[in-house]
């Protein structure tokens, strides 16, 4: 026969596993009705337009949960596919039309990310290009030009490369409509210009010339002012000036640069076409001073 402290021990072991599925039911039920508070949150946000929110939004319109069970609510909206985080504290609402890619399209929302992080940027070099229909096919990497370092942002077969440029041109910028807005796109001459400077971001110098060959049809002289000469380095202007020119015959947009460049007074030396090649034992072309130490085949 059991003694009383054996009966007590019986019950409270019977007592434990009870409580305990108890306990976990209800916060099961607590984290659902959560969740459930933030999926009809997502859900209005998008009926109002908007494709983008903060944790600081959520925070500010659920005061009373905590933040483990913000956290948890959100990575549930996360592992079902409704909702991306791109940077931390910054979300995307994925719509049924891209459910299948999993993330919006960078052009979308690039404008209100970086107006989360508080940066001037532009969508430049393949990317602008593509926008100014000069890319044989759409580029597999987003191209974002801002004035500070930022990692690369790798979501879902989505990737931003950030070029990092010390002053951003505004004046060199267009405004671009979107879907949801509108995003800060370099104009084709810029775009040109930054296609020769970070050729080594792109593929290449051939790569940059046989782009810049498309972007010439939209090309202006009158765009090429001292202003744009005044965000170039030197080198950038001689290997843009000899590609125009030479390699593909544009002398109107060619000479334009030539002049502006002259009347800034900006002095020509010789440069390699190729940065980081042999540079003895080459011609160079007499006008643009540039060193032809690596063929580009005429376009």
Do not use: C
Not at 57 to 71: G, H, M, T, Y
Not at 176 to 197: F, M, Q
Not at 214 to 220: A, D, V
Not at 254 to 259: D, F, G, H, R, S
């Amino acid at each position: 026969m059991k003694s009383n402290d054996e009966n007590k021990m019986s019950k409270n072991s019977l007592l434990v596993p009870f409580f305990g599925t108890f306990t976990e039911n209800i916060l099961q039920l607590e984290a659902t009705r959560n969740n459930n508070y933030l999926l009809s949150w997502v859900e209005k946000q998008q009926s109002w337009g908007k494709y983008v929110f903060s944790l600081v939004q959520v925070r500010a319109d659920f005061p009373n949960l905590s933040e483990s069970a913000v956290k948890r609510a959100l990575d549930r909206l996360s592992n079902k596919g409704r909702i991306l985080s791109v940077y931390k504290g910054f979300y995307l609402i994925v719509p049924p039309e891209y459910t299948s890619r999993g993330v919006l399209p960078p052009l979308l929302f690039i404008d209100n990310l970086m107006q989360f992080v508080g940066k001037p940027y532009y969508v430049g070099l393949l990317s602008a290009a593509a926008l100014h229909g000069a890319a044989h096919q759409q580029p597999q990497e987003f191209f974002v030009v801002t004035d500070i370092r930022q990692t690369t942002t790798k979501e879902k077969g989505l990737k931003i490369n950030y070029i990092t440029k010390k002053n951003i041109p505004e004046s060199l910028l267009e405004k671009r409509k979107t879907e949801l807005g509108y995003a800060n796109v370099s104009n084709p001459e810029l775009t040109a210009a930054d296609l020769i400077y970070y050729d080594n971001r792109i593929g290449g110098i051939n790569r940059a010339a046989s782009v810049l060959n498309e972007l010439t049809e939209i090309m202006k002289p009158e765009r090429i002012t001292g202003e744009l000469i005044n965000v170039l380095t030197t080198p950038t202007i001689q290997r843009l000036g000899y590609i125009l020119d030479i390699v593909l015959g544009q002398k109107l947009l060619a000479e334009k640069l030539y002049i502006e460049s002259l009347n800034i007074k900006k002095r020509f030396f010789r440069q390699p076409l190729k940065a980081g090649l042999e540079k003895t034992g080459f011609p160079t072309d007499n006008r643009w001073k540039v060193i032809i130490n690596t063929g580009i085949p005429k376009i």
